[in-house]
């Protein structure tokens, strides 16, 4: 498709499980982030990455948390040994972005819940 | 995380009139401002951006200030329809390219 595309759109799981988040950007697109959005509230910023290379993880809650992206292509967000805690929407974004300026192309978004 | 912040969570505005939706900014060294849409279980979408050196944009029934004095951005909406309503998050970026957003501002159109 032409828009950024995030499976699985839902998720639950058990307290302790991994759970993988898979985000494909738009084709060409060099920047990608991760979102994290908890019911009724803001995005907080998790990490993103400029092709393969993520310059900024600082918003990662915690070391269960990690990231990875192919080239400039897929990305897969991991969360180990997932808490209740983590239930959310994981929104996805990606840019033709250069430094100052782009527009974010989002996902619908990965909802999580964590039982 | 990081995040913007927003004066007010909730914003009630009867159809047609206009609509103002403020948000204000800690860095100084963000250079790049951003406003986006989100509506019921969906993504944000673009709506409009502005750089550190202006202070007015203006689009179709949209216009972006910015008061980089007191670090304040606002969002304006003529003729608010219901088609608005929605979330609207304001977003800030410095040269690192790191996109943060702010808590969000839920317009409610009223009949």
């Known amino acids: 498709g032409a828009g950024v595309s995030q499976s699985p759109s839902n998720k639950v799981t058990e307290k302790g499980k991994d759970v993988e988040l898979r985000c494909d950007p738009i084709?060409?697109?060099?920047?990608l982030y991760w979102y994290r959005q908890r019911l009724g509230q803001g995005l907080e910023f998790l990490i993103y990455?400029?092709?393969?290379?993520?310059?900024?993880k600082s918003g990662l809650p915690s070391d269960r948390f990690s990231a990875e992206r192919t080239g400039e292509s897929v990305s897969t967000l991991t969360i180990q040994r997932t808490q209740q805690e983590d239930s959310a929407v994981y929104l996805c974004?990606?840019?033709?972005?250069?430094?100052?300026?782009?527009?974010?192309?989002f996902g619908e978004g990965s909802r999580l819940t964590v039982l | 995380g990081e995040s913007v912040g927003l004066h007010l969570p909730t914003l009630s505005v009867q159809e047609g009139d206009n609509s103002i939706i403020n948000c204000a900014y800690s860095?100084?060294?963000?250079?790049?401002f951003i406003w986006y849409k989100q509506e019921s279980g969906k993504g944000p979408q673009f709506i409009m951006d502005?750089?550190?050196?202006?202070d007015k944009r203006q689009g179709q029934r949209v216009t972006v200030l910015l008061n980089k004095t007191v670090k304040h951005l606002s969002l304006q909406i003529a003729a608010t329809q219901p088609g608005d309503s929605a979330v609207y998050f304001c977003?800030?970026?410095?040269?690192?390219?790191?996109?943060?957003f702010g808590k969000g501002t839920r317009l409610h159109i009223l009949p």
């Open positions: 990455f400029q092709g393969n290379s993520a310059p900024d």
């Open positions: 974004a990606s840019s033709h972005r250069t430094r100052g300026g782009g527009e974010l192309f």
């Open positions: 860095n100084s060294a963000s250079d790049y």
């Open positions: 502005i750089r550190s050196n202006m």
């Open positions: 977003a800030e970026s410095s040269r690192d390219d790191k996109i943060i």
């Open positions: 084709s060409g697109h060099t920047a």
